[in-house]
């Protein structure tokens, strides 16, 4: 017997009389299609689970909706339809609307082996990320820094990101004048144990 969530049965019963008999039946063949179907609740709406999302049903004031998740090889095999709605069928308002049973069971079959193959697909492992050295600090910096032993014990606790963002930012200076400037500066936050970058961190 399939599982059915009940929540689905009261979004059935609470939809338009018109829509009632398509929802069911779209209900139905999923099943057909994938008994090991999960039916849940989402975005306020029937939805069907396997090994992921696998497509959802809704209904509207005049029209219904049925619609294939993720898998671009199952919503190439379906025709656009005559009008544009939510999901690969258009406005659904009655049962002749939707293609022939077996082949929506077709669909939903292939949906799920997709998402089978998806599940049991081992992940590439992941590339460690490799941390750049600290870069080298220009002597000037250095020397400015040790006529602040409270800068200099700071900056030598930064991390390299930290580091690598003050030494950036003074010899990226177009003048002297510029570079003079930034440096005063940057020995000034630095002594306050700021980061090159603090007014834009979150506070």
């Known amino acids: 017997m399939p599982t059915k969530d009940p929540r689905i049965d009261a979004y059935i019963a609470k939809a338009a009389p018109f829509a009632q008999p398509i929802l069911k039946h779209l209900r139905k063949v999923i099943h057909q299609g994938c008994p090991e179907i999960q039916e849940t609740i989402k975005w306020g709406m029937p939805s069907f689970e396997h090994h992921g999302l696998l497509?959802?049903?809704?209904?509207?004031?005049?029209?219904?909706?049925?619609g294939f998740w993720k898998e671009r090889k199952i919503k190439e095999q379906i025709p656009a339809p005559a009008e544009r709605a939510m999901g690969q069928y258009g406005r659904i308002v009655s049962l002749d609307d939707l293609p022939k049973d077996a082949e929506l069971v077709r669909l939903v079959r292939e949906a799920a082996r997709l998402n089978e193959a998806k599940a049991t697909t081992p992940r590439a492992p992941s590339v460690p990320r490799v941390r750049q050295p600290a870069p080298r600090t220009p002597a000037y910096f250095l020397a400015a820094l040790r006529k602040r032993p409270k800068a200099l014990a700071a900056y030598r606790a930064f991390s390299p990101s930290h580091k690598r963002e003050?030494?950036?930012?003074?010899?990226?200076?177009?003048?002297?004048?510029?570079?003079?400037?930034?440096?005063?500066?940057?020995?000034?936050?630095?002594?306050?144990?700021?980061?090159?970058n603090w007014k834009y961190m979150k506070k």
């Open 55 to 66: 497509c959802g049903i809704a209904a509207f004031k005049r029209h219904c909706a049925l």
């Open 166 to 196: 003050y030494v950036t930012w003074i010899t990226g200076a177009k003048g002297e004048e510029t570079r003079a400037r930034r440096l005063a500066t940057a020995v000034d936050w630095i002594a306050e144990g700021k980061p090159q």
